[in-house]
């Protein structure tokens, strides 16, 4: 969507988003294929704002027991 786009676009202009780092020598990298990833959640089915957070922490975390 366009959250994904525009924050791709920030990534794109500036390679400190795209550092990584060399586990194996001392060296930082541009990763120039770095992409952004925008998870998107489907909280239509919840009544409130408490059941929007157990949808979204399911999403990233699994059950919450």
Known sequence: ???????QDVLDRHDAFKLRF????PRQCIDTQARVAVA???LREASDSDK?????????FGDLR
């Open 40 to 42: 998107q959640v489907d």
């Open 52 to 60: 929007a957070l157990e949808i979204v922490w399911h999403c990233f």
């Open 22 to 25: 060399d586990l194996d020598e």
């Open 1 to 7: 969507g366009s959250l994904q786009q525009a924050l």
